[in-house]
């Protein structure tokens, strides 16, 4: 039996994205309401199983409704274009999923599903709305039932006419005119004016329609009377405004909803792009373009298993060839993964090295091979290999060529930077996904040796195929510096820092818990006695009842289940109530309690003594590395208690001290740079506050003038430029109107002319080659910058602006600690580089080389790369961490 279900798309979107916190891809496409609909989206075809299905959306502003009320919709804000920029991705994901998606001109969505669920009553189809909005009430029938999202998208209330009249007391036909009386702010549809639901429903059940109620005002009382009268026309367009057009002219819809399933490839593209691991996990999906198989026939797969002194005989010459090594291990975290073998691509043979002769004694002759610096290796992250490798004391040593690093470098934005994933993209023979050999999560398996030895042997083939044309392709782009300079020798570099790791102390991190937990318990006290009664703090429902029915908030936002008491409503609230600083202030001890002390508590290795973060250098599209297991860089140090967690990193030895170097201002001075602005320039060149100064030239104050909230707003708009926001971003973070966002903006680049002119100039540049690049010639490629979607190409300017500042900031830190490293080892020094966070490096100093690191470290980090304004970088040092800041 057909059953068809209609998605309101526009309406999905929005709630998806107001519900879901902030999500971007390593592209920095804004993805989170695509996230939220996505996860609907396979609820619905898990738990409805549709023939039929087709995704509505609006499109465009104006409407026939418009004709006869200008002023409909018009309150509404500016769609923000953190959510413009993903709805041609959302329609895209639709494709990929072989789902209709319908829109025309001058109708809405709900026009367009009113249409469609007139067609099922028609034909007895079973029907499902899916919507947002409470108008589509008015579309509930016998067959079709209206499912109306409540927090977020993640529930629904099933609304059948029964449920309506049960809710309501109405029929479903008269939810337009309740709206007509009531009207409906979000709209902009008038009704009368002190009419709210309650008083609408009272008039409904007595006289059934606006019509009604206009037919006997005479029954009416007092102000109410005098409302309806006055208002009887507002209440009557009202009515029209909210009645949903049910003769669309859709020819041939039914046949073009016809859902047959998703193709499991396309969907696996379109989640890689998106960067959805957990969702492609959910599907079971494979990696794009996997496919089951074995290296070429041609191929000669030689086992080295233990004790075949043949084949070892034969491995030890092959060394001397060039080759391709590929190992793999199981586990997400280098430090603790386990191997299940390596293969070595020499010439026309393929030597499989199973995990007992890597670790047995048979072994050894392998091991010291990859320690030679002298015998050159291909790889694909070497980085995590070397890592790997030093749980068998093997000190992995000339790596020559690492593919996954350069196919990084050649388009940052790829997600998938697998063997497979990558001999794909260069059109070679397909190799097996990992997931299609071994299974995933509790699947995983290492399959028989046959298998295993052939899937090795294709990976390392791979990689000697594949590293010829990424060299190729590095010295076509420009990029061999950036490669052989920057990028390779900084693995190293931070494979000696994640070896080494870095010293914590436990004692002091359980103190750290202890003191939080008094200033938890002392929060909650203290919110207790300002609500005065007991109450789960950590229930939203709890809390919004006293907020908001008891102490009389203003109610900012609601949910479909109550009172929003999330982050941004707490922050408005907090003029309103001493209550409410108390409140943020337990939660942002809470999360340290949970997140960082317990957290860093399990990270800390007990054979040492330290956490060894995992540095990432193929992540970020603008070239920053990530830090994993633990992430050291996400330590909050905007609140006291949250510093006060360095205190636990110490150094590893005795009478040394943790010293650290922070660039000051990094991207900021890169801008000026880049932009040629002077005014910039100068106050770079003269050791000026550049928030202060910004303050100054926009709001045309002296510097005594500047107040601190003028700093505060130029501080923002300062940043923001760098990080391409919009008047959306900018009112969210200083709590003003995107109108007032918007104006400070223009003002901003009124003033610097040069900053304007770059953002100009680089878009255009974008447009012509199809990439920007930073001034280490690092590239990142912007197909959309061209793209008929206005969405698309604004995400893709904004992207355009910023990458080379961000970029570049980025090859700056990078160039700093590949020199810092050089250095150290030149001058023959004990000190040891141990992190990098952001812009800052931390280092363990013996007391003798205190004062020698006091100016070596800023003389290299200025001194990483000329520009024309200075780079800065301010040192301090001390017994631990949180000393040296």
């Given at each position: 039996m057909d059953k068809w279900i209609l998605i309101d798309g526009n309406s999905i979107a929005n709630r998806a994205f107001y519900a879901m916190p902030p999500l971007t891809n390593s592209a920095g496409l804004h993805t989170n309401a695509v996230y939220g609909f996505t996860t609907m989206l396979l609820k619905l075809l898990e738990e409805e199983k549709p023939t039929h299905l087709l995704v509505a959306f609006d499109a465009g502003k104006v409407t026939f409704r418009h004709e006869g009320f200008s002023d409909y919709k018009g309150t509404r804000a500016k769609t923000p274009p953190e959510l413009s920029e993903?709805?041609?991705?959302?329609?895209?994901?639709?494709?990929?999923?072989?789902?209709?998606?319908?829109?025309?001109?001058?109708?809405?969505?709900?026009?367009?599903?009113?249409?469609?669920?007139?067609?099922?009553?028609?034909?007895?189809?079973?029907?499902?709305?899916?919507?947002?909005?409470?108008?589509?009430?008015?579309?509930?029938?016998?067959?079709?039932?209206?499912?109306?999202?409540?927090?977020?998208?993640?529930?629904?209330?099933?609304?059948?006419?029964?449920?309506?009249?049960e809710k309501y007391g109405l029929k479903p036909h008269q939810i337009i005119d309740l709206k007509g009386l009531m009207g409906d702010t979000s709209d902009n549809i008038p009704g009368i004016p002190g009419v709210g639901e309650k008083t609408a429903l009272k008039l409904l059940h007595e006289y059934g329609s606006v019509e009604g109620v206009l037919e006997n005002t005479g029954e009416l009382k007092g102000k109410m009377k005098e409302r309806v009268e006055q208002h009887r026309d507002d209440a009557l367009m009202s009515?029209?405004?909210?009645?949903?057009?049910?003769?669309?002219?859709?020819?041939?819809?039914?046949?073009?909803?016809?859902?047959?399933?998703?193709?499991?490839?396309?969907?696996?593209?379109?989640?890689?792009?998106?960067?959805?691991?957990?969702?492609?996990?959910?599907?079971?999906?494979?990696?794009?373009?996997?496919?089951?198989?074995?290296?070429?026939?041609?191929?000669?797969?030689?086992?080295?298993?233990?004790?075949?002194?043949?084949?070892?005989?034969?491995?030890?010459?092959?060394?001397?060839?060039?080759?391709?090594?590929?190992?793999?291990?199981?586990?997400?975290?280098?430090?603790?993964?386990?191997?299940?073998?390596?293969?070595?691509?020499?010439?026309?043979?393929?030597?499989?090295?199973?995990?007992?002769?890597?670790?047995?004694?048979?072994?050894?002759?392998?091991?010291?091979?990859?320690?030679?610096?002298?015998?050159?290796?291909?790889?694909?992250?070497?980085?995590?290999?070397?890592?790997?490798l030093a749980r068998l004391g093997v000190h992995l040593q000339g790596a020559e060529f690492d593919i996954q690093l350069a196919a990084y470098l050649l388009d940052p934005t790829e997600s998938d930077q697998s063997v497979s994933g990558i001999a794909q993209r260069s059109g070679l023979p397909a190799v097996a996904s990992d997931e299609s050999v071994y299974g995933k999560g509790a699947k995983f398996k290492v399959p028989d040796n046959a298998t295993l030895y052939a899937h090795l042997a294709s990976k390392a083939d791979a990689v000697r195929a594949i590293a010829p044309l990424q060299r190729a392709e590095l010295e076509k782009s420009g990029m061999n510096r950036l490669y052989y300079e920057l990028e390779q020798p900084l693995a190293v570099v931070l494979a000696d820092m994640e070896k080494q790791g870095i010293k914590v102390d436990a004692e002091t991190i359980q103190q750290l818990g202890k003191d939080l937990e008094h200033g938890i318990e002392s929060s909650v006290s203290e919110i207790y006695r300002h609500a005065g009664t007991e109450f789960n703090i950590n229930s939203p429902k709890q809390l919004g009842e006293i907020l908001f029915d008891k102490l009389g908030l203003p109610v900012m936002k609601k949910t479909k289940t109550g009172y929003s008491t999330d982050a941004d409503v707490l922050e408005k609230l907090e003029p309103y109530h001493d209550i409410i600083p108390l409140i943020l202030h337990y939660r942002q001890l809470a999360k340290l309690q949970s997140t960082y002390v317990e957290g860093l508590l399990k990270e800390v290795r007990s054979e040492t003594g330290k956490i060894h973060t995992y540095y990432r250098q193929t992540i970020a599209a603008t070239g920053r590395l990530s830090s994993q297991y633990p992430n050291l860089q996400n330590i909050p140090i905007r609140l006291e208690e949250g510093r006060k967690i360095r205190k636990a990193f110490v150094p590893s030895e005795p009478g040394w001290y943790i010293l650290a170097a922070d660039y000051s201002q990094i991207e900021l001075r890169v801008l000026a740079h880049i932009s040629g602005d002077e005014r910039l320039k100068e106050a770079f060149i003269h050791d000026m506050d550049i928030h202060t100064k910004t303050a100054m030239d926009v709001f045309g104050v002296s510097e005594t003038q500047v107040d601190a909230n003028m700093r505060r707003s130029a501080k923002a708009v300062n940043f923001g430029i760098v990080y391409g926001i919009s008047d959306f971003g900018l009112s969210q973070n200083l709590n003003i109107t995107r109108k007032e966002a918007a104006k400070f903006i223009e003002q901003y680049f009124d003033v610097f002319k040069g900053v304007r002119k770059y953002m100009d100039d680089i878009v255009m540049q974008a447009r012509q080659d199809g990439y920007v690049k930073t001034l280490l010639e690092r590239r990142r490629y912007l197909p959309e910058i061209k793209a008929s979607n206005f969405n698309l190409r604004s995400f893709a300017e904004r992207t355009a602006m910023n990458t080379p500042i961000q970029g570049t900031a980025a090859d700056i830190i990078k160039l700093a600690m590949v020199r810092m490293q050089e250095r150290l080892r030149e001058e023959g020094l004990k000190s040891r580089m141990l992190l990098q966070v952001h812009d800052e490096l931390v280092f363990e100093v013996p007391e003798d080389e205190l004062e020698k690191m006091k100016t070596l470290v800023p003389e290299v980090m200025e001194g990483a790369l000329a520009l024309d304004v200075p780079l800065k970088a301010d040192v301090n040092y001390g017994i631990n961490w949180y000393e040296a800041k």
């Open positions: 993903q709805f041609p991705i959302m329609k895209e994901l639709l494709k990929a999923f072989g789902i209709a998606q319908f829109e025309l001109a001058g109708y809405e969505a709900d026009d367009i599903i009113g249409t469609m669920t007139r067609l099922a009553d028609e034909k007895g189809v079973e029907t499902l709305v899916v919507s947002g909005d409470k108008d589509m009430l008015q579309l509930a029938s016998s067959k079709v039932s209206i499912a109306v999202t409540r927090k977020g998208v993640s529930e629904v209330e099933r609304f059948t006419p029964e449920t309506v009249n009515k029209k405004l909210a009645t949903i057009f049910r003769e669309v002219p859709l020819e041939g819809a039914e046949g073009g909803i016809a859902y047959g399933g998703f193709d499991a490839e396309s969907v696996s593209a379109m989640f890689a792009k998106l960067e959805f691991r957990s969702l492609t996990e959910r599907l079971n999906l494979s990696a794009p373009g996997a496919a089951q198989g074995a290296p070429k026939a041609e191929l000669n797969v030689v086992p080295v298993d233990p004790g075949d002194t043949e084949a070892a005989s034969l491995l030890a010459a092959a060394f001397k060839k060039p080759n391709a090594l590929f190992l793999e291990s199981v586990g997400d975290n280098p430090h603790h993964a386990d191997i299940i073998g390596a293969a070595l691509a020499a010439e026309d043979t393929v030597y499989v090295l199973p995990k007992a002769l890597l670790e047995g004694a048979e072994g050894q002759f392998v091991r010291d091979w990859l320690s030679d610096p002298e015998a050159s290796k291909i790889g694909c992250d070497l980085h995590r290999t070397e890592l790997v």
